[in-house]
Each structure stands twice: as C-alpha cells, then as structure tokens.
C-alpha cells in the first residue's frame, strides 16, 4: 500500500492490506471474554511497567500543550477572521445525523391558528417543551412518543425554565423545577428522573412532577429565567426590564413569606446606578445567564449593556460591574469593517466560557445578530462602578471576532474528490472561489460549547433555516507535527488582513482559525442547545499536577466519548447536527478508499493532523474503537461495527504511514564510545497516544475516595472503566493477531536482518519501548477487571477490614500505582486475602472466585495463590467434617496445595496455618509445612552457607537464616504444643495425643534438613532430653554436637554418643580433648576425670575394629602417661593449696587450674623455682628418671628436713 507515494497513481490498497492477518470485527460481548483470555503475565516485571508508563505520561503532556488556549490566540491581537471553509459537504465540520417529528398527538394543536404556542428543549432531562395555551407537554425525545403534561393551571403559559432546587426544601427524589410563568403568575413544579432503559438499548429519563404550593401572583410578565447552582432564581420583567428573584423557602416565618418575589432593581442598588433602578422598558434586561465555576450571572439588555451580578447572602445580590458603549469597543479594534454598523450591532445572546477550555481567563462571549464575537476577559484594573467585591477583576472587551466572509452557499456544496482524482500536493483541499459567498445578516438562536459556536438564520426558502456552526480549526492552530500546506481559505477582505494595534509579540502566537459551515435544517427553529455530555467523558477529578488537554482539544477525547452533538428544535421536530470528528473524517476516507480506490483524502489527512495523531486514529479504527459512531444508540460500551475490510484498510495505512524509527549516534568526544537516542516510528508513536488517551480518564486518579458512609468507595464509575478495558482489550487482540505492524517488513518477524547497525539500533530501541508498552497493556486490563472484582464484592467494606497500614496505602494510591508499582502490588494482594478470608468467613467455597481471579487478573493473583487459597478452603472442609478418614484427605490435600505454593505464603499466614493444624491435631501439616517453607523462603540458599560459614557477623545472609529459623521455632512450637497435650493422654482414640506427639517426634527426625537438625537438637538439651536424645542417635546428632562452637556440654554428650554407639575410641579422643582444652574454665579435677575416663574407653576399644589396634595401643600409653603427669599436677595443686596465699606461690597456684602441663613444665615452672622436693622426687619418679647427681641431693634434703622436723625423734 503506497500511502506515501506522492504520484498520482493510487496503490491497490484492497490486495495490499491481505498482507498481514485481517482482525475480525470485536463485538460488544466480548467484555468478559475479554478479561478471561487475557494470560497471567508469567512474571511481574515492574521496571518494564514503570518505563511504559513513563511513556504515557509523555504522551498525556503533549496532549495538554498541543492545542493553544484560547486566551494565548485571541489576547495578542484585537481582532481576527481567519477561517477554513471547504467547499465540499465531505469534509464539512458538522453533519446531520438525524430527525424526529413532533408527535402526531401534539401536531394537531400545534398548527392551529387559534391557540398560543412556544416550545424550548430541556436537554438535561432528554425533553421538549411545547406549551399550547394553558397547558405544558414535556415530550421525551428519546422514547420519541411519551408525554407527560401539566394542565392544573388556568393561564397561558409565556415561558418554562429549568433550575436546581434549593437544599432541603423538597424531598430528596427532586433534582430540578420547572419555573412557569404566566402573565400574572410564577409557579414552581418539582421533577424528579429516574434512569430507565429505552429503545436500542439506549437509557432514557422517566420524570415524575411533584405540584409544590409554591406560586405567586405578579403585575409583570417574567421571561428570561435563570437558575444558580444553590438553588436561587432570577427573572427579568418582560415589562419593566428590572430583575427579580423568586425567592421560596421550606416555611413561612417572621421575616417572610414561603414564596417571595423582590425585585433587585429597586433598592439598595437604585441609590448606587439610577438608570437601573428606573423601570426603562427601552433598555430592559432580555435575558440572564448564569456562571456556576465563577458564581455570578450576567444580564443582558434590548440595548446591549452587559451587567455583572454576584449573590450575596439570601435575599440579596451584588452588583459588581457594567458594560456598556460595546458599539464603540467594538469599532475601536476593528476599525472600517463593513459587518459592523449601528443598525447590525445588536447582541442576541451571552455566553459562559468554561474555564476548562481558557485557563488564561476568557469568561464571557456576546454574539450579535450578524454573528460577530465580542470575548470579555477580566481587565488589570479596577473600573470606578465595580464594587469592593473580594477576588472579582472587572470585565474587558478584549477580542472581536467578526464572522467568516468566505461562507459557501449549501446549495453549492459538493465534494471534488468524487468526480476525479486530484494530484498529490495541492494541499488540504485548496478550494475554487464560491460563485457566491454567503453573509450572515439575521441570526436567532445561539448556542455556544465548549469552543463550538452555533447559530441559526432563516433560510432563502419558506420553512427552511440555515444552521451556521464554527469550531476551531485543530490542523491551523495545533502543533501536531502536520505538513503546512497552502492557505486554504480565500484571501481575507483588507480589513482583517492584519491585527489593529497588535503588540509586537503577537507576531509569535498562533491565531485563531475556526472551520465553518451552513446546514440546512428544515422547518422554522423554536431554539438549539448542546447535547449533555456523555457519562464517559471526563467525571474524575486528577491531581493539580496532571497535565490535562484542553476541552477544545478533541483529538485527546474523540477515542474516550462520542461526538458532541446539538439538537435543533424546529416546528417540524429534532434535528440532531454533530460535531465531525478528525477520527470520523478519516474513517469516511477510508470507506471512499474502499469504493473508489482514491487514496488522496488518506494523505491529506495525514499531512493536516501529522503522521502521529493519525497512525494513533488509524489504531482506534482498525481496532473498532467504541465511539466511532457518533450516533450510536446501543448497550453500554459496544464496540464499533467496522467491516474486516475496513479494519484492513486501517492496519495497513497505519502501517505505511508510521515510517520507520531512526537512530541519531552521539559521540563523546575524546572516546571511542558513542551512544545515541531512537526517534521511534509513528506506529510506535501512534500506539502510545492511543493508549495515553483511552487510560487518561482515570490513570492518575486516586483509586479510591471518601464515601458518605465513611467508607471508601471507588473514585471512578464502573462504566468508564467497563469501556475503556474492551477499547483496551480490543486494541491488543488487535496487536496479538497482527504482530507484523511493529516489523521491518510484513512478514519478517526478526527486525531489519540486512539493515545498518544505526537502523539496528533503532529498531532494537522501537521493539523495546513497544513491548514494555504492550506488557503494560495486558497489565493494565488485568488491572481494571480485579477493581471491578472489588467493586462487586464492595471495595469499602474490604478496606475495612484490612490492617490499617494497608487502609492508608490504599487511599494513597493511583490507578497508575496500582498497576506499576510495587505498593500496587502490596494493596492488591492484601485486598485479595481480605476477599478470600470473607468467602471462608461465609463458609462459600473459594474455587469460584480463585477462578475468576485467576482468569481475569492473573497478574493479580497467580497460580500460586490460587493454590493458598484452594488449601484454605480445604481446612475449613477438614473442621467441618466428623468423619476422620474425610478430615485427613482434606488435610492431606491442603498441605500439599500449602507446599505447592509456599514461596508466596507470608510468614504470619504460615504462623495461622500452623495453628489450625495443631487444632487438628494433624502432625504430619504441623511439622512438614513450616519445614517446607524454611527451604522455599531460601531458596538460593543464601541462608544454609551462612548457617555452614558459622553465622558471621554483619552478613547479608543473615536475613535469610532468620527465615530458616522462625519456620523451625514453628515446628518446635508445635511439638511443644503436642507434648503438652499428651500429658492427658486417652489411648485408644485415633487422635491420641501420645500417638500424636510420637507421630510429630518421628516426622521432625526424619527430616533431611541438618539445620533444623541442629536447632531441634538444642531445643531438645535445653527441656533435659540428652538422654533420649543419645539413646535415639539421630543421623546428624554427631554433626551437630562436634559443629562450631564447641561447647563443655556438647563434647560431654559427644563422648558419651560414641559410647551408646559403640565407639569407645573416639569417646576417648573426646575425652582427652575436653581434659587438654585451654577453651574452656574447667577444674583440675574435672580434666583428671576426663582423663581417667579417656583411659578406661580407650582399654574397651576392640583389638579387631576398624585395624586400628597398633594406633590404639599408642594412644593409650599416651592416655596413661598424662593420666600420671596430670596426678602429679594435682599432687603438685594439693601441696600448694595451703600456701595459696604467698606473694610468690599466688599466681603459679591458679595457673595449675588452666590446662595440663607436661612433666618437664612441672619441673621447670612449679617444682624447682618453688623448691619443693618431695615434688621434684616425684616427678623424677614419674619420668623415670634415674640420674643418681640429681636424685641424691633431693633425697639429703628431704632427710635434712626431716632431722629438723620437731616432729622427728
């Protein structure tokens, strides 16, 4: 398909767009399919999430400087007349959509010549109102036949309006009044509505009126009323001109009647402005509008003085500014314009900015007869009839906008692309001068939305009126990335060629350039009003920081809400016109594509909105986007009935007009390294302010608010989120089966094989970036059907019941946190246990809503969890059966669905699980589960080489050793609780608890884990069970009594183990260890025992075992030899036990307490410095030591001490 080909010869477009796999069309059913076909994305990888969102958000910032305010076009310069007008209906900016005729039950009346009729449109409660003399009929449009009526009155009715109703007045069921003036009478009806379904599955509004009491008699006729959000109504006199209030209240009391009118002209204010307080019928106020988002209203007179009021406490108003001599203002800025002159100046109609479509504060449009635009902005100063009104700046005329010159004639409205194919490059539709331009002269009825201006004049012919409708032009003034093609509006008369005493700067802002157009609309119009916008736009209410688009920017909503739409009221009917969206004008191009292979209207539209903004249309319609029909009147969110041939057309022009992605290198300079940065293709792009724009309504919402219940409650309605997910799923069922729209080429499913290395790069960065945002797609659908889960199962009840940490993450988080970060994923699984542990709580099997969850959010709840779940609901069903073999399948089946899915199981759930098998006396659960999750909470086993390198000091690994080791105390902590029990025992029963305990006692021995080994073998020493402990000889015992740190305690059960064992040897290497030792405080006695002991296993040592019978004879001689020198340190101990106490006896005396000496050390250190010399015969006893110089001067002198001895005879 050669879209970009710029030759006059068009592509076969219908056999190049089967190159890729065509999408069937996505029916409105497949909402719930849709959520149960999406897979579990395998694993959670928020990085990838976040770096998607980062793109949105770009996308979402770009959206909100795109579009100029409207302030920034119209401030720079005085005046303007810049307007594209085509001379075909095919590119027309509004178009007919649809009519219904008066019903017949009414249309008899109303063409009688006898009876008094008027009739209005009430949009907001989808009704007409037609009065025929005395009597009102509200006709809903919608059923297109219902009637309700009000004929409980004797006056003909001159006017009905519509306001709100004050608080507490009425009963809850009324939302609005309807105020009924008669020449000598106002009365108030009540009207409730109730939403109801309708014909084609669209809702309609079922009114019930409510008669209040409330009416009061009046000398003047009230016309032009007007309501305030708090309920306050105000009228103007049709005779005097004045402006009054009726005001009502729920009783009469002191101070006032139920029902009063006041007349504010009069007064207070007469004294300040007399020409208001004098009844002028010349210059009488002909109509009131209210501004809600400023809190004023504005009046309007027969000689154009605009005044400004503000409501001041009940009863009363203020009078805050104004406008008057608007003739010369306007003259002043657009000087010798022939649209302008005394007798054409004359404002019907005001109109109330909303500041969502100019933040830089234009308020206030009057529009006159012969459609000039008069724009109020708050001036800089203070004016010398404002009042001392607090925030309130004085009204400026700031800007005319004369109307177009360059109008085409309906009638010569055609479209060229159907009678020949044009050459590429003419620009957007360069048109041929009209034979003759029409010029507004007479307009009625206005309406003014949002940007869009419409107004109706009579037609050339009897019961035909001319509908004239401007819009701004989004290609002229936006900054789309668009290719600027030749002016396309007729060269402008002189006198709006350029901006009367501009500023210099003005040069540099982009003006104001409105489309326009004239339809026809049959009959004679009764009024216009803007269709209410749809319950899918924008109803949230984002942070301050959120970039929003302008309300003018319709390219940001068009994927989100329907067209806008105006109903014209004629005496013949409704006549529906809608605005004509970029996205409806590139779906007709498509279609003329299909019929008359003319490419041209494709390319023109992709040169005036940009490559970007188109592949991003082109998404939303080979997709089947549900808003692609402006008039579609079916169930909620059905998506678009587009053709498979259609929708192939649309792949492939996204595919040829998104280009390819491009990589600019930067070098460092001074390096060999060079990086660079991707400028991705309009494909990559266009996906990315699609999906920007179908998330936007709720993405940086907060997830929940506060309800009135003081519970929370979901911030953004089902309905918007029910929508955006099938555009969403649509949109990657779309993506899923044509995989080819992000390749090089159709068909090549590697990328670019033969491309250059900065192509390469390119299309590496392009298929990153598309699939992080395609992981945050699936998520993101995921994301809305496990919200809509809670909100089913009602989402403030389950907040409640979490801990309060998770109640307060809860309200702090977006729908964007939920879905990408990683408190999103804290708040979501704690809100899935709270739901799981109701269903247990309500004794309702889990297996639905685990499915359900599973199926619709697996990235929400995985296969793991739904295992957690599954085991829970099996304990329940083991407490409560009473059939035994019944409560251990149950039990058997939940501990292998815990050990399945243990590495998502939280430590305090494992705590609870345990317990409940200890209720259950179920060993088998009690001790194999936590030993289970000791070895899935480390699986690297980060923790086991901490535990084998001896547990250092400031390890990482610490961590998980600590998790080994809370999973063991749980086991300890049930042999502990099954002991206890056992103590009460009751043999017989299958729930003995001595069979109990024994049973949990062989399971914990059996295990394979040396470390819980080890921790269950201290715990054992600790409650006084060495014995049974060295009785049992469990396999790791040694391991453990011989693992660092050695204590006294551990070798004392160490040798006595290899006695039980049969090991009399190493019981003595033991022993001999523990007598040498310097490690520990042992007492002298204590290590002659161990090597009195050492001794004796060592002669029981077998002389056939283990062939280590010459070693063994070694090492016993050894044994016995320091078993004679260790007497001899003792007897050496005894003998200067009694000298203790000497300075030089004193520290030679404790030394002996701190190991075993060899014999020489005795000699050398104690015997000969101490000179003791029965000691030194001894130790030459011991070493056998026969050297007759040494011995004999030791025995003199023990028989020298004994002739002196007193004792000797």
């Not at 003319?598 to 319609?621: E, K, V, W």
């Not at 008039?631 to 040829?656: K, N």
Request: charged letters at 20%; aromatic letters at 8%; hydrophobic letters at 40%.
């Amino acid at each position: 398909m050669a879209f970009l080909s710029s030759t006059a010869a068009q592509p076969n477009l219908a056999a190049s767009s089967s190159s890729g796999p065509m999408l069937a069309s996505v029916s409105g059913g497949k909402l719930r399919q849709a959520q149960s076909a999406s897979k579990p994305m395998a694993i959670l990888d928020l990085p990838a999430l976040q770096a998607g969102s980062r793109v949105l958000q770009e996308q979402l910032v770009k959206d909100s400087q795109v579009i100029p305010d409207l302030g920034d076009m119209i401030s720079g310069t005085p005046s303007s007349a810049s307007y594209t007008v085509f001379p075909d209906d095919y590119r027309a900016p509004f178009q007919k959509r649809r009519h219904i005729g008066i019903p017949e039950s009414l249309w008899q009346y109303y063409t009688s010549t006898e009876l008094a009729t008027h009739m209005g449109l009430f949009p907001e409660i989808d009704r007409v109102w037609i009065t025929i003399d005395r009597n009102l009929f509200l006709w809903d449009y919608v059923d297109g036949q219902e009637l309700s009526s009000f004929v409980d009155q004797p006056d003909v009715i001159t006017h009905v309006a519509l306001v709100k109703p004050k608080s507490g007045v009425f009963i809850d069921e009324i939302t609005t009044l309807l105020v009924i003036c008669t020449p000598v009478t106002v009365l108030l009806i009540g009207v409730s509505t109730t939403p109801v379904p309708g014909p084609s599955g669209q809702m309609r509004k079922e009114i019930k009126m409510y008669a209040t009491d409330m009416s009061i008699a009046c000398d003047v006729e009230m016309s032009a009323v007007t309501g305030t959000p708090d309920g306050r109504i105000f009228m103007a006199g049709s005779q005097d001109g004045n402006l009054y209030e009726l005001h009502y209240q729920e009783k009469e009391g002191w101070f006032g009647k139920r029902v009063q009118l006041i007349n504010h002209s009069v007064g207070g204010v007469q004294s300040l402005l007399p020409r208001i307080g004098a009844s002028n019928a010349d210059d009488r106020i002909m109509s009131l509008v209210s501004d809600p988002a400023r809190n004023c209203f504005y009046s309007l007179t027969a000689r154009n003085t605009i005044s400004v009021w503000r409501t001041n406490g009940d009863k009363h108003v203020q009078h805050l500014q104004t406008i008057s001599n608007l003739y010369k203002a306007t003259q002043d800025k657009v000087p010798g314009s022939p649209a302008l002159t005394p007798q054409s100046f004359n404002i019907i109609a005001l109109h109330v900015i909303d500041p969502s479509e100019s933040r830089s504060g234009v308020q206030l449009v009057a529009i006159t007869t012969n459609g000039v635009r008069l724009f109020f902005s708050p001036g800089s100063t203070y004016g010398w009839n404002t009042s001392a009104a607090p925030g309130f700046r004085s009204l400026a005329l700031t800007h005319v906008r004369l109307p177009p010159p360059n109008l085409i004639h309906p009638d010569e409205q055609s479209n060229p692309y159907r009678e020949g194919q044009g050459a590429y490059g003419l620009g957007q539709g360069q048109q041929q001068s009209p034979s003759r331009p029409y010029i507004v002269t007479a307009l009625e009825y206005t309406a003014y939305d949002l940007g869009i201006t419409l107004a109706v004049q009579r037609g050339d012919v009897v019961d035909s009126d001319y509908l004239l409708c401007m819009a701004p032009d989004l290609t002229q003034i936006g900054s789309l990335g668009q290719v600027r093609g030749p002016q396309v509006q007729q060269p402008p008369p002189h006198y709006v060629s350029h901006a009367y005493g501009a500023p210099a700067q003005a040069a540099n802002r982009i003006p104001l350039t409105e489309r326009a157009t004239l339809v026809t609309i049959p009959g004679v119009t009764w009024g216009i009003a803007p269709v209410p916008r749809s319950k899918y736009s924008m109803t949230t209410t984002a942070p301050a920081n959120t970039p929003v688009p302008l309300i003018t920017n319709e390219l940001a909503t068009q994927f989100s809400e329907p067209a806008r739409q105006y109903i014209i009221l004629t005496n013949g009917g409704l006549h529906w016109v809608a605005k004509r969206r970029a996205v409806d004008a590139l779906k007709d191009a498509i279609e003329e594509y299909q019929v008359e292979s003319n490419a041209q209207p494709l390319m023109d539209i992709r040169d005036s909105y940009g490559r970007d903004q188109t592949c991003a249309m082109l998404l939303a319609i080979a997709s089947g986007n549900t808003f692609l029909d402006p008039m579609e009147q079916s169930s909620l969110g059905s998506m678009s009935r587009v053709s498979s041939e259609l929708a192939g057309v649309a792949r492939q022009a996204f595919y040829d007009f998104g280009e390819r992605p491009t990589w600019a290198e930067r070098v460092t300079y001074g390096t060999s390294e060079g990086s660079g940065t991707a400028t991705f293709s309009g494909r990559r792009e266009g996906l990315a302010l699609y999906f920007a724009r179908l998330v936007r309504p709720f993405w940086k919402v907060k997830l929940t608010s506060a309800g009135a219940n003081g519970l929370q409650e979901l911030s953004v309605p089902d309905d918007i989120l029910v929508i955006a997910q099938k555009n969403l799923f649509a949109l990657k069922e779309l993506l899923d089966t044509n995989p080819y729209l992000f390749h090089s080429a159709p068909g090549d499913h590697t990328g670019a094989r033969s491309a250059s290395a900065s192509e390469q790069e390119a299309w590496k960065a392009e298929q990153s970036s598309v699939s992080q945002l395609l992981s945050l797609l699936a998520r993101t659908i995921e994301a809305i059907s496990f919200i809509l889960l809670l909100s089913d199962h009602r989402l403030g009840e389950l907040i409640s019941h979490c801990d309060p940490e998770i109640q307060k993450l809860v309200s702090s988080l977006t729908f964007e946190d939920l879905i990408t970060v990683d408190k999103g994923v804290t708040a979501s699984r704690a809100l899935v246990n709270v739901i799981i542990n109701q269903q247990i709580g309500q004794q309702i099997s889990v297996d639905t809503i685990s499915e359900v969850l599973q199926q619709r959010c697996g990235s929400f709840c995985s296969t793991d969890d739904v295992m957690l779940y599954k085991a829970r609901e099996n304990i329940r069903r083991a407490v409560e059966t009473r059939n035994p073999m019944e409560r251990q399948t149950w039990l058997g089946e939940s501990l292998r669905l815990f050990m399945k899915g243990a590495r998502n199981l939280e430590f305090e759930k494992l705590r609870e699980i345990c317990g409940d098998y200890q209720q259950l006396n179920y060993a088998k659960g009690a001790v194999e589960l936590p030993l289970h999750c000791a070895q899935a909470f480390d699986a690297d086993l980060q923790g086991q080489e901490y535990w084998i390198a001896g547990c250092p000091a400031s390890d990482s690994r610490a961590q998980f050793w600590e998790r080994r080791k809370h999973c063991y105390e749980l086991v300890l902590d049930s042999l502990s609780v099954f002991e206890e029990r056992s103590t009460s025992a009751k043999p017989g029963s299958s729930d003995d608890p001595e069979t109990v305990r024994g049973h949990a006692y062989e399971l914990a021995f059996a295990s394979e884990d040396e470390m819980f080994h080890s921790t269950l073998y201290d715990w054992l020493i600790e409650r006084g069970m060495a014995d049974e402990l060295l009785e049992m000889r469990p396999a790791y015992l040694e391991a453990h009594l011989r693992r660092e740190p050695v204590t006294v305690a551990k070798f004392q059960l160490l040798w006595q183990f290899y006695v039980k064992d049969g090991q009399p040897l190493r019981a003595a290497e033991v022993l001999a260890i523990l007598a040498e030792s310097t490690n520990f405080n042992l007492s002298l006695d204590m290590r002659l025992e161990y090597l009195t002991l050492a001794v004796g296993n060592a002669k029981s040592h077998p002389v056939s075992v283990g062939g280590r019978h010459e070693t063994a004879i070694a090492f016993l001689t050894d044994l016995e030899e320091k078993l004679e020198v260790a007497q001899v340190q003792l007897e050496l101990y005894n003998t200067l036990l009694p000298r203790q106490h000497e300075p030089d006896v004193l520290e030679r005396f404790k030394a002996l307490s701190l190991r075993l000496y060899t014999i020489t050390e005795l000699y050398q250190l104690w015997a000969e410095p101490l000179d003791l010399p029965l000691i030194k015969l001894l130790i030459l006893h011991v070493s056998q030591h026969r050297d007759d110089a040494i011995v004999r001067p030791i025995w003199n002198r023990i028989f020298e001490e004994g002739k002196s001895s007193p004792f000797s005879p």
